[in-house]
């Protein structure tokens, strides 16, 4: 979606939320909700992925359950 919103991604008769972003940055002032609804659909994308990689990391890492368990022992 950010290079979307540059210009250098999907060009604009495809919607992606880069375009719509950038279509909603002209009118900001008076329709605020063009460009709200997009960064908001980006924020609780990248946030969730986040989420979910931080999770499988804090499954997955055996260091880390080592360190919790001297961590939480002492």
């Known amino acids: 979606s950010g290079l979307s919103f540059l210009g250098l991604g999907?060009?604009?008769p495809y919607a992606t939320w880069g375009n719509?972003?950038?279509d909603g940055k002209d009118s900001i002032?008076?329709?605020w909700w063009l460009s709200l609804y997009p960064g908001l659909a980006i924020l609780i994308t990248v946030l969730s992925y986040n989420l979910l990689g931080e999770g499988i990391r804090d499954a997955l890492d055996p260091r880390l359950r080592q360190a919790l368990g001297r961590f939480v022992t002492r």
């Open 29 to 31: 002032e008076i329709a």
């Open 20 to 22: 719509v972003l950038n």
């Open 10 to 12: 999907v060009q604009p």
